[in-house]
T-cell receptor, first 114, second 113 residues
Framework: SQTIHQWPATLVQPVGSPLSLECTVE??????LYWYRQAAGRGLQLLFY??????ISSEVPQNLSASRPQDRQFILSSKKLLLSDSGFYLC?????????????FGPGTRLTVL | DAKTTQPNSMESNEEEPVHLPCNHS???????IHWYRQLPSQGPEYVIH???SNVNNRMASLAIAEDRKSSTLILHRATLRDAAVYYC??????????????FGQGTILTVHP
């Protein structure tokens, strides 16, 4: 069966510090991978998605970046965190591009920037 | 992406049916209607999806209007564990959609014991 892992679960970082969040998927190959952020409130915002190794698409301009060094590994990074980067970060995966496949979400990382 | 409109909140009593509406008047012919829910401090969870016909699974039923401009998620017997934010999302199948999900604000469902 497929599983998705994210770490760390929680993180408190000072403004201006770097960030690295990791997401890995097990039990599937060549997944589409996604990073979402959920700020205070309810909506989730798609930040990045990847359809293959080294292929990253950004949805919104920001000071974050993403990388996919391996097929089932997705990393979210920042060189200098801003207060506005605080939020709940979720990684997700789905198989293929078709619209009927469900998307599976990880447990999330709660980031607080002070 | 086509947008969806949902009520901000709804309330239900335990063991009663719940009908969560969603309007999507600009839906395209290839958009699938997906429903996800998010419990507090957790990632969203897939509930159900459909294209044109009504769908049933172990979690819920999805009733899709004949013109596809609206749909209703039906929880047949609400439990306290169903209290969550429910998102209605249109998911495209076009070559550039890449399975992306565009989340709105969703409907906060409160279930009373």
């Amino acid at each position: 069966s497929q599983t998705i892992h994210q770490w760390p679960a929680t993180l408190v970082q000072p403004v201006g510090s770097p960030l690295s969040l990791e997401c890995t998927v097990e039990g599937t190959s060549n997944p589409n991978l996604y990073w979402y952020r959920q700020a205070a409130g309810r909506g989730l915002q798609l930040l990045f998605y990847s359809v293959g190794i080294g292929q990253i698409s950004s949805e919104v301009p920001q000071n974050l970046s993403a990388s996919r060094p391996q097929d089932r590994q997705f990393i979210l990074s920042s060189k200098k965190l801003l207060l506005s980067d605080s939020g709940f970060y979720l990684c997700a995966w789905t198989s293929g591009r078709v619209g009927y496949n469900e998307q599976f979400f990880g447990p999330g990382t709660r980031l607080t920037v002070l | 992406d086509a947008k969806t409109t949902q009520p901000n909140s709804m309330e239900s009593n335990e063991e009663e049916p719940v009908h969560l509406p969603c309007n999507h008047s600009t839906i395209s012919g290839t958009d699938y209607i997906h429903w996800y829910r998010q419990l507090p401090s957790q990632g969203p969870e897939y509930v159900i999806h459909g294209l044109t016909s009504n769908v049933n699974n172990r979690m819920a039923s999805l009733a899709i209007a004949e013109d596809r401009k609206s749909s209703t998620l039906i929880l047949h017997r609400a439990t306290l564990r169903d209290a969550a934010v429910y998102y209605c999302i249109l998911r495209g199948t076009g070559g550039t959609s890449y399975g992306k999900l565009t989340f709105g604000q969703g409907t906060i469902l409160t279930v009373h014991p």
